[in-house]
Nanobody, 124 residues
Framework: QVHLGESGGTLVQAGGSLRLSCAAS????????MGWFRQAPGKEREFVAA????????TYADSVKGRFTTSRDNANNTVYLQMNSLKPEDTAVYYC?????????????????WGQGTQVTVSS
């Protein structure tokens, strides 16, 4: 069992930066692939970024490529999402998720555990 808790969401101006954190409980955190998703009002949850269990592989949605970076610290059971050059269209609730597969997955149904989400609002 893995429990996930996101933090770092807030209101920020367009062009600004934020770093989201996702803290995980459980001794098996290091074997999980981790993903970030977001859901804007009235829209479906969409994939943002993912990182393999080792941290050596990452992948990003085209909409955030070059602006967002995900990383992980397995010693401290935490995964991060650094978000730069934020745009109003990045406004959403951001969720982290854990996948037992360990390898990068982008489909939300492939993830086994989800956090409660943290709100990011980007003002224009």
């Amino acid at each position: 069992q893995v429990h996930l808790g996101e933090s770092g969401g807030t209101l920020v101006q367009a062009g600004g930066s934020l770093r989201l954190s996702c803290a995980a409980s459980g001794r098996t955190f290091s074997v999980f692939a981790m993903g970030w998703f977001r859901q804007a009002p009235g829209k479906e949850r969409e994939f943002v970024a993912a990182i393999s269990w080792s941290g050596r592989s990452t992948t990003y949605a085209d909409s955030v490529k070059g602006r967002f970076t995900t990383s992980r610290d397995n010693a401290n059971n935490t995964v991060y999402l650094q978000m730069n050059s934020l745009k109003p269209e990045d406004t959403a609730v951001y969720y982290c998720a854990a996948a037992r597969t360990g390898s990068i997955v982008v489909a939300n149904f492939a993830y086994d555990y989800w956090g409660q989400g943290t709100q990011v609002t980007v003002s224009s």
